[in-house]
């Protein structure tokens, strides 16, 4: 029997029954509904950085709550929790003399980039700029910017006529983008790419990749967006994949691990010279959303910055990686994977086949992973403990024997 809740990414005919229903966490372990323990392997999706029950960012939300929930920041409004989360966040970003606009999800923040990117190149006169470059493989978001900017075909398709003006390029392939620069260069508004690709499959970029779109972008007048929703807060080993791949883009979107999931909280921040073209005496900056700022969301973030600073939980990538990497390795040594690929607390292992039976396998024994196509992903909370990682990989040798 289904019930009224439709489940997101998910096929709408299954029953509510056959849904397992987590209702517990602590650090990096998750329990149902019946009290059997999981190791999240996956961070929820793809966002739990400082682990689950910490009772810091519980308080902090909790705290807030009791002063006000939220008030919107329209002018003329502000709130402390914003201001300063705002701060917190651009200091560690590729755009520490920036600024930072807020909303709730990656598809807000996404669409928002978009829209920054395209209204930057009309201020600067360049009104015929609004192609778009998007790749294979490429995930952001649902909204239907994030829609049309989609690198993975089945998402883009059943929803109607898409935002035009984006064009695909291949995700590995730098002489592709060049050959799109120099048919259509002076209609280029921005190009959006991941730093690493997580939903479509966890890509890495190749070597020379993102610097090469940086270089494109800047011989053409283009900007650069970076979607960091997942890549950010640590998960490639600095706060932000920019930082991880030394490339600075002009834009760059964050979400899940900003709170690490505590409250829904996302943003894009910009450039110096983003913000320069908005400064402008009498402009109006017409998007936002009701929730931009939300108090208790901005609580949570601060919260959750905090606690990862606390912990060095950014350090503890390198670690977190090795290991991973040394029992993908043996895995593949054994011949139970095609091959991995990954970095940072970032992988995928290659089975050549559907990853669902497999994950299936996984859950019974207790570990959470997520299929995605023919590879299963693993993006442990950045607390996970070295016999958590154990107990990954060993579930997952088990489930492929
Ligand atoms: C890179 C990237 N961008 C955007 C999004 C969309 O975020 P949300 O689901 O919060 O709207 C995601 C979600 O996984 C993502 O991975």
């Not at 682990?51 to 939300?61: F, K, L, P, S, W």
């Not at 007048?221 to 807060?233: H, N, P, S």
């Not at 600073?309 to 990686?321: C, K, T």
């Not at 040394?326 to 991995?340: N, P, Q, R, V, Y």
């Amino acid at each position: 029997m289904t019930n009224a809740l439709l489940h997101p990414f998910s096929p709408p005919v299954k029953p509510e029954a056959d849904y397992l229903e987590i209702v517990r966490g602590e650090g990096s372990l998750v329990f149902d509904v019946d009290g059997k323990g999981y190791v999240d392997g996956i961070a929820n999706l793809w966002l739990c950085q400082v682990g689950h029950g910490r009772t810091e960012i519980i308080d902090a939300v909790t705290e807030q709550m009791h002063r006000i929930e939220a008030y919107n920041t329209f002018a003329p409004f502000t709130n402390g929790p914003a201001a300063e989360v705002a701060e917190m966040i651009v200091e560690r970003s590729p755009h520490p003399d920036g600024r930072v606009f807020l909303g709730c999800s990656g598809s807000e923040a996404v669409d928002t980039a978009l829209k920054l990117a395209r209204l930057v190149q009309q201020r600067r006169g360049q009104e015929g700029r609004q192609v778009m470059i998007r790749r294979t493989n490429g995930y952001h978001g649902t909204n239907f910017g994030g829609t049309s900017a989609q690198g993975i075909a089945l998402n883009r398709e059943g929803w109607g006529d898409l935002v035009p003006h984006f064009i695909e390029v291949p995700h590995d392939d730098l002489e592709a983008a060049a050959t799109v620069f120099a048919e259509h260069g002076e209609r280029i508004a921005a190009v959006l790419t991941e730093p690493v690709q997580g939903a479509g499959g966890v890509h890495p970029p190749v070597d020379g990749y993102l610097e090469g779109l940086r270089h494109l972008c800047d011989d053409n007048g283009a900007l650069l967006i970076f979607d960091e929703v997942i890549c950010g807060f640590g998960r490639t080993g600095s706060w932000f994949g920019a930082q991880t791949f030394g490339v600075t883009p002009d834009l760059m979107t964050f979400a899940k691990g900003v709170t690490s999931g505590y409250q829904p909280l996302s943003g894009v921040t910009v450039s110096l010279s983003v913000c320069s073209e908005l400064e402008e005496p009498g402009f109006l900056l017409r998007t936002g959303y009701t929730y931009s700022g939300h108090q208790a969301s901005c609580a949570a973030g601060i919260a959750n910055i905090e606690l990862m600073e606390a912990e060095g939980l950014v350090d503890r990538v390198d670690s977190i990686g090795e290991r991973l990497r040394a029992g993908l390795t043996a895995l593949e040594g054994d011949g139970l994977l095609e091959s991995w690929r990954g970095m940072g607390a970032i992988y995928a292992a290659e089975l050549g086949r559907d990853a669902v039976s497999a994950r299936d396998k996984m859950l019974e024994a207790g570990v959470i992973v997520r299929p995605m196509g023919t590879c299963l992903a693993i993006c442990p909370p950045l607390v996970i403990t070295d016999d958590e990682i154990g107990r990954i990989i060993d579930a997952m040798a088990d489930a492929l024997r």
